[in-house]
């Protein structure tokens, strides 16, 4: 099994930067890839981005390519993701997931795993 415990959400303004982090604990290697998606009031959750464990591969939602940047830090197991220019449409809770290497084949989108209890995210406009 693997634990994730995600940090760095808040409340800031259209524009600003936030910095989420996604430590992993336990089984991590394990571990094939990691992802981050989101969910906002009323919609379902949505792929934003996901890096393999080794780093070599990323990928990113169109929502977010060219704003978002997702890297990994092996020696810490803590997956980050630097979100700039935030817009209002950005608000969500924000999960990080963790996925096999049962599931390699679906990298990067989908049969994630292990998830994060999530972490808000508020933009206001």
């Known amino acids: 099994q693997v634990q994730l415990v995600e940090s760095g959400g808040g409340l800031v303004q259209a524009g600003d930067s936030l910095r989420l982090s996604c430590a992993a604990f336990?089984?991590?290697?394990?571990?094939?890839?990691m992802g981050w998606f989101r969910q906002a009031p009323g919609k379902e959750r949505e792929f934003v981005s996901a890096?393999?464990?080794?780093?070599?591969?990323?990928d990113y939602a169109d929502s977010v390519k060219g704003r978002f940047t997702i890297s990994i830090d092996n020696a810490k197991n803590t997956v980050y993701l630097q979100m700039n220019s935030l817009k209002s449409e950005d608000t969500a809770v924000y999960y990080c997931?963790?996925?096999?290497?049962?599931?390699?084949?679906?990298?990067?989108?989908?049969?994630?795993?292990?998830w994060g209890q999530g972490t808000q995210v508020t933009v206001s406009s």
């Open positions: 997931a963790g996925q096999s290497v049962k599931y390699a084949s679906s990298w990067p989108r989908r049969n994630y795993e292990y």
């Open positions: 336990g089984r991590t290697f394990s571990t094939y890839a």
């Open positions: 890096i393999k464990w080794s780093g070599d591969r990323i």
